[in-house]
């Protein structure tokens, strides 16, 4: 159970490589044994330079997909999952874990303590999981509060001794690297025994608990007869413990109001000691019934240092917040817009912004513009070809808002406009985003009371709760649109 | 070389990561392993940048110490570095420790027999306990790091020779009970009792109290390599808990602890679970793994140990737990979970690949999981994707693809859609409200009208051809699903042609269940638009691949048609290559015209040439040979000469190689009527052979030469006609024919052998005298008879007989040639042997043991012949 090396590998499209190796680390005893235990199936790790280009080859991220390559666009050459098969060298170095993310392509080849041919599955083989904590904690860490290339670069230079610490021989012994630089400069605190290997130090100070929940939702609506809408609220409980002693515990209930939706879907921190089968058997996969458990979901754990994130959950609300329609009709070189949107009123109409984004792609730029709003104004983005309807803070009294107009496009030019390879002909999609502060559509809410801290001193308890969309679509009702299967099942299941 | 200064180092450190083998093998290369030992020890240079030193080496020790002896040198000089560092704090004690540790075990040299490595496992050991070691190693203060990092370190050396800390685990135990940092020494303690039980289990031997010898190894007292050399100081492949490796190869034979060590075991195991909460998550599950694959083999050490952990296992999101889960339920399947504990682990992994709080690559994983679930009680075939039989199509109801997935989360849920329809099929529709196999077909629709984007990236149109290939993979039985993907296909090749290299790559690796009908649809679709058009090349290129003898004309008519816009060499070698599927393909009548054509008009002298070649091989060869001949192998045309490149793979066909005999000829019953005697032969053959010519000759100029006998075919087992071989002697004498064989064979290449000769008996040439006029046979033989002389001979002679008497004799022997017969007496005998000779005889008078034979002939040079074949008969039999 172990990495033989790690890489971190800018993505630049339009240079000649197309990417630059910004960080690799090799790990030489963990080749040993890889040379061992792969016998004659064993292929070494390449030099930087020929892994950069049999990756992004690999990933199709060279900018030269023009021609049909056999090794890479045959229909055979399958890849199900984020492992992959280089060719270097003349062998085939296999498994390495790649995949992109922020421009950066985070890889790494774990060790498999067996012959790889031929290859055994991906889940017999301990390195795999291993591999993807090592980068989704380098990645993690690199994107924790990262503003701008300079930070990039710091803690891109930290990660070489971050390493050191947190995988010094490839076997990985904490995913979280911002617990090892912790660890570096905690380094002359005295240790007291049986402390936990996830917590350097302990924390001196006014004792304060913070609980920060967070509902996205999600929705795709067509506004047609056959095709079911959807929308599922995902939520995400961040906690920030601040008391004093080596394992406080803490227990946090989330509650929910008595017409409160259900969550269901439950991940915990690793950091909960015990969870309620309730809890662990509610789920999305089930038929909703009455019976279906709903809280208040009790959480006992030890916190960490830092800010975690106690519990992911999804839930599913009887209606989506904002119900609309789109109807974008093509004539010639200009479309016909109308869009209706209609705030449900159970929701709180105090938006931090709102705003529907209407892309119009494979086209050309837009050249003229005739519109009419019944509330809100609408930004046109000519070069982009992209309109902005602006709502701000609240929906009028109805509820109820629409924008019609007309919108005509000069000739396309392939480098300039957007191509969406969705959105094809008639095939467009309205997104909405917005923010509503001190809410949750599920009206979960982690009552200050419903705290339990069993450490010394009592902790003042923050609570705070917000409601964003993400992936918010509406879809041109006038043209097909992509649906999942829950959409087609959704409707047999009403009608 | 004196000392550099941090900026050259920088600018030397730089240009080695750069490409190490290409600093290596430039003039600074062979000086670094030993320049950077040494500048460890100079006042000069920085903290930090020795310790960027020390991380080279931890990297790239291969290249620094190339082999055993430089890199236990340079681990004793990173070790007396170690020693003589100041006694204050420094950054300089842990990344020396590791280094010292990387290059002894990465260089080969930890043994017995190596000075650094008995210096280096004493410190490591000492360091881990905690003990003081004097002041050399730095303040209080970097104990605790550095007892963890000896851990670390000793860790890493029991990895690369399991069984080193064999000696150590009471030890370990202890400490671990006592104040030492949780996880390094857990993480420790775990794999040096896995090694030691696999190494104890492969030996047959028990744990012989090893967990509880609790002392230290003295210091500087020697160390116990005994269990590390029984490991054969190899790594072996370690046993993988997963269920499908077999028991045998997996090197864990069941190991039988007394029940006293079994206690101590659980004791030990107890101890590494009951404080696992104090690791991180990525070491809880090295733990697991270890545990899993320590007590895997062991008999009476139930897993339910592990049973207090699952409950909070199962509820987190993170990946390594889960699959630790997942890795001790392959291990050990019913005993640890329960079918209720199955069903909910088999449901917190569904939701988890779905789970929208975590990232894609984690569902992607977790999707493999759940097709190769380790099931209780698995149905299908061990090794084959399959959904996991609790795993019905309400759990998959979110698992399914949809086409705003990335490429590589379609084709997993698609995998997972195909399996369910597959299934589907198996329930035969019991009229369920949801229809997999219809939302297939609209999903692969919907990739296709992706694909068939023009100028879309070509990965969209890879997605289309991969989802198309797996679907046929998973339900190549289901016309259902075939008959719509066939036509979209075809309408996505009309769209656009430029997909021509994907449709042949498909074409070249699904069965015939896509492969039948969608060559058919697409020579169709190509066929049906013939003049000049853009995507000529591409409809040339799929034509090549699918012209088959089926509606040939239609297909010469889009060529003939096509021939006029062929103007350059690419899209002529193009044409021509569709002409020669179609020779391949057996078609003949319309591509002679076709090809005599081109001969004529293309502009290319190279075109020409091709086409004249085919024109002649068609002329030339029948059907099977132009088949063979034009085989399957061409290489692709050399920019020079395509005629170069088709000749290298016919010349071979097109000529007679010489081959073993792969047939026995034999002369069978004589026939003994007719104008000529003809030697009936018969043939056994060894292999299938075609048109077979037999070529005899005589030796010496007896008989007239002869003709060749054809057959066309001869099989093995099935008995073949006797073939009829007139002979025209010229003289009446036996003699040898030389037999060769010309054959095609079943490859279609044609052979020559030589057969061993065959015989031609005397009395292969004899021929009764027509028939005697009725009733006066006597007189028609003294006619004969006294005809002989003069100018012939006479000659009386005992011809002896058998057991069987005279009659028998005769009858076996004479009976066609016999004219009057007074049985069993007396035999009058005629014989006629070509060109124009006879032999008459008397056979009279006969006694017990032989019959007195007078003898009459015209052609005194028979007689000897005669006199040889009539003493031979009784021995003849």
């Given at each position: 159970?172990?990495?033989?090396?790690?890489?971190?590998?800018?993505?630049?499209?339009?240079?000649?490589?197309?990417?630059?190796?910004?960080?690799?680390?090799?790990?030489?005893?963990?080749?040993?044994?890889?040379?061992?235990?792969?016998?004659?199936?064993?292929?070494?790790i390449p030099e930087d330079g020929p892994f950069l280009k049999a990756l992004l080859f690999e990933l199709r991220l060279l900018d030269d997909d023009k021609d049909f390559v056999e090794s890479r666009d045959s229909c055979s050459h399958i890849n199900k999952t984020s492992v992959y098969g280089l060719l270097v060298g003349g062998g085939e170095l296999w498994p390495v874990v790649a995949f992109l993310k922020n421009n950066m392509i985070y890889a790494c080849v774990p060790l498999v303590e067996q012959t790889l041919s031929p290859r055994p599955p991906l889940i017999s083989i301990s390195g795999i999981s291993q591999s993807f904590e090592l980068l989704f904690g380098i990645q993690d860490f690199l994107h924790l509060g990262q503003k701008n290339d300079t930070e990039l670069n710091t803690k891109l230079n930290q990660l070489p001794d971050l390493l050191l610490q947190a995988c010094p021989f490839g076997t990985l012994l904490d995913a979280n690297l911002q617990n090892s630089l912790d660890s570096i400069n905690f380094a002359s605190v005295t240790h007291p025994q049986k402390q936990p290997a996830w917590k350097v130090g302990t924390y001196k100070g006014k004792p304060q608990v913070s609980i920060s929940i967070t509902e996205k939702v999600k929705s795709m609506q067509y506004d047609k007869q056959d095709i079911a809408d959807t929308w599922q609220v995902v939520g995400a409980v961040t906690c920030k413990c601040d008391l004093e002693g080596i394992m406080p515990n803490v227990t946090i209930s989330l509650s929910l109001p008595t017409n409160g939706s259900p969550l269901q879907d439950i991940l915990v921190h690793p950091c909960v000691t015990s969870l309620d089968s309730a809890i662990l058997t509610s789920s999305s996969i089930d038929a909703m019934d009455d019976s279906a458990f709903s809280g208040p979901y009790k959480f006992p754990f030890t916190p960490p240092l830092e800010s975690f994130n106690l519990c992911y959950y999804t839930s599913q609300v009887p209606v989506p917040p904002i119900l609309g329609f789109y109807q974008m009709k093509e004539e010639e070189i200009q479309v016909k817009i109308t869009v209706n949107l209609k705030l449900h009123e159970s929701v709180k109409n105090n938006f931090e912004f709102c705003e529907a984004r209407i892309p119009f792609y494979n086209r050309g730029p837009i050249t003229h513009v005739e519109y009419k709003v019944s509330f809100g104004q609408l930004e046109v983005f000519r070069e982009k070809s992209l309109l902005i309807w602006i709502i701000g803070q609240k929906f009028p009294k109805s509820m109820e808002i629409s924008l019609s107009g007309t919108v005509t496009f000069g000739a396309k030019s392939h480098e300039k406009q957007p191509f969406d390879e969705i959105c094809i002909g008639g095939t467009a999609y309205l997104k909405l985003h917005f923010k509503i502060l001190d809410y949750t559509l599920t009206g979960c809410y982690a009552d200050q009371h419903s705290v339990q801290v069993f450490a010394s001193g009592k902790p003042k308890i923050n609570t705070h709760r917000k409601l964003i969309s993400s992936d918010y679509y509406i879809w041109n009702s006038k043209a097909p649109a992509p649906i999942t299967y829950g959409s087609l099942l959704l409707v047999r299941c009403h009608n | 070389m004196g000392p550099l200064s941090r900026e050259t180092w920088a600018q030397r450190l730089g240009a080695f990561r750069a490409s190490p083998s290409a600093f290596m093998a430039g003039p600074e290369g062979e000086d670094l392993g030993r320049d950077l030992l040494n500048e460890l020890r100079s006042e000069k240079l920085s903290e930090q940048t020795k310790v960027s030193l020390l991380a080279l080496s931890l990297e790239y020790p291969a290249q620094l110490w190339p082999d055993a002896?430089?890199?236990?040198?340079?681990?004793?000089?990173?070790?007396?570095?170690?020693?003589?560092?100041?006694?204050?704090?420094?950054?300089?004690?842990?990344?020396?420790?590791?280094?010292?540790?990387?290059?002894?075990?990465?260089?080969?040299?930890?043994?017995?027999?190596?000075?650094?490595?008995?210096?280096?496992?004493?410190?490591?050991?000492?360091?881990?306990?905690?003990?003081d070691l004097g002041r050399g190693f730095g303040p209080a203060s970097e104990q605790r790091p550095l007892q963890a990092t000896a851990c670390e370190c000793l860790r890493e050396l029991e990895s690369c020779k399991p069984g080193l800390l064999g000696g150590c685990l009471g030890l370990l135990r202890s400490l671990l009970g006592q104040e030492g940092p949780v996880q390094p020494l857990s993480l420790l303690l775990a794999l040096a009792l896995r090694n030691t039980l696999v190494i104890q289990a492969r030996a047959r031997a028990g744990l012989q109290g090893l967990l509880v010898a609790g002392d230290m190894p003295a210091a500087g007292g020697p160390w116990n390599w005994t269990l590390a050399e029984e490991a054969d100081a190899h790594l072996q492949p370690q046993a993988p808990s997963w269920p499908a490796a077999e028991e045998e190869e997996c090197g864990l034979a069941v190991l039988e602890p007394s029940p006293e060590e079994a206690r101590e075991l659980r004791a030990a195991v107890a101890q590494l679970l009951d404080t696992s909460y104090l690791l991180t998550p990525v070491a809880q599950a090295q733990l697991l793994w270890l545990l899993g694959w320590a007590l895997r083999g062991l008999r009476g050490q139930p897993p339910v140990l592990f049973k207090p952990q699952l409950v909070r296992l199962l509820g987190t999101a993170q990946l390594t737990l889960l699959h630790a889960v997942l890795a001790l339920k392959a291990a050990f399947g019913e005993a640890l979970f329960t079918a209720q504990d199955e069903a909910l682990l088999l449901r917190r992994l569904t939701l988890a690949a779905q789970h929208p709080a975590l990232p894609l690559p984690a569902h992607l994983f977790y999707l493999h999981c759940l097709l190769n679930f380790p099931e209780n009680c698995p149905l299908g075939p061990t090794g084959e994707e399959t959904a996991p039989l609790l795993l019905g199509p309400r759990l998959c109801r979110g698992l399914l693809p949809s086409l705003l997935h990335d490429p590589s989360a379609l084709l997993a849920h698609l995998h997972l859609l195909c399996l369910l329809c597959a299934e589907d099929e198996e329930k035969e529709e019991k009229g369920q409200d949801w229809c997999p196999r219809h939302y297939l077909g609209e999903l692969l629709a919907g990739l296709r009208q992706r694909a068939a984007l023009h100028g879309g990236p070509r990965a969209l149109a890879t997605l289309c051809f991969q989802a198309s290939y797996l679907v046929v993979h998973c339900?190549?039985?289901?016309?259902t699903v075939l008959t719509p993907l066939t036509h979209g296909l075809a309408r996505l090749y009309r769209a656009r042609p430029a997909l021509a290299p994907h449709f042949v790559d498909l074409l070249d690796r699904v069965g015939p269940e896509l492969g039948e009908p969608l060559r058919t649809a697409l020579r169709q679709e190509v066929v049906s638009r013939p003049g000049r058009d853009e995507a000529l090349r591409w409809h040339l290129q799929i034509l090549s691949k699918v012209a088959d003898g089926k509606a040939p004309s239609a297909t010469l008519g889009f060529l003939r048609a096509a021939a006029a816009h062929c103007t350059d060499w690419g899209l002529q070698q193009a044409l021509l290559q569709v002409c020669?599927?179609?020779l391949r393909a057996g078609v003949g009548e319309g591509l002679a015209d076709l090809l005599q054509a081109l001969a004529r008009q293309l502009e290319d002298p190279d075109g020409r040439d091709r086409a004249r070649l085919y024109y002649i091989l068609l002329a030339h060869l029948a059907g099977p040979k132009l088949g063979v001949a034009l085989g399957p192998s061409l290489a692709a045309p050399a920019l020079t000469s395509s005629l170069v490149a088709e000749n290298q793979g016919f010349a071979a066909v097109l000529m007679v190689q010489e081959a073993p005999a792969p047939m026995r000829l034999s002369v069978g019953p004589r026939r003994a009527a007719g104008p000529v005697p003809v030697l009936q032969l018969q043939v056994e053959v060894l292999e299938p052979l075609y048109s077979v010519e037999l070529r005899f000759r005589v030796e010496g100029q007896l008989y007239a030469p002869l003709g060749a006998v054809h057959v066309p075919c001869l099989l093995p087992g099935r008995p073949c006609r006797p073939l009829h071989l007139p002979l025209q002697p010229r003289r009446p004498a036996p003699a040898q024919l030389a037999v060769r064989a010309l054959f095609a064979t079943p490859a279609g290449l044609t052979c020559h052998a030589h057969l061993p000769p065959?015989?031609?008996n005397f009395a292969d040439l004899f021929l009764p005298f027509p028939r005697a006029p009725d009733g006066d046979k006597q007189g028609f033989f003294e006619e004969l008879w006294d005809s002989c002389l003069p100018e012939g001979a006479e000659s009386r002679l005992?011809?002896?007989?058998?057991?069987?008497?005279?009659?028998?004799?005769?009858a076996r022997h004479l009976d066609p040639f016999v004219v009057v017969a007074q049985p069993p007496t007396s035999y009058h005998v005629a014989i006629r042997l070509p060109p124009a000779s006879r032999l008459l005889l008397r056979l009279e008078a006969a006694q017990g043991d032989g019959v007195p034979v007078a003898l009459r002939t015209d052609d005194w040079a028979v007689l000897p012949l005669a006199g040889d074949y009539l003493r031979g008969l009784s021995a003849a039999v």
């Open positions: 159970m172990a990495q033989r090396a790690v890489w971190l590998i800018s993505h630049e499209p339009g240079t000649p490589l197309c990417g630059t190796v910004r960080f690799s680390r090799r790990y030489p005893t963990v080749e040993k044994r890889a040379r061992v235990f792969n016998g004659t199936s064993y292929v070494p | 002896a430089a890199a236990e040198a340079a681990a004793t000089s990173l070790l007396d570095t170690l020693v003589l560092l100041p006694p204050r704090p420094s950054a300089l004690r842990r990344p020396l420790l590791l280094a010292a540790t990387t290059a002894l075990a990465a260089g080969d040299a930890l043994g017995p027999t190596s000075g650094a490595s008995r210096r280096l496992l004493p410190l490591l050991l000492g360091l881990a306990s905690g003990r339900l190549a039985t289901q016309p020669r599927a179609l065959l015989p031609v005992w011809c002896p007989l058998g057991p069987q008497g005279l009659e028998a004799l005769v």
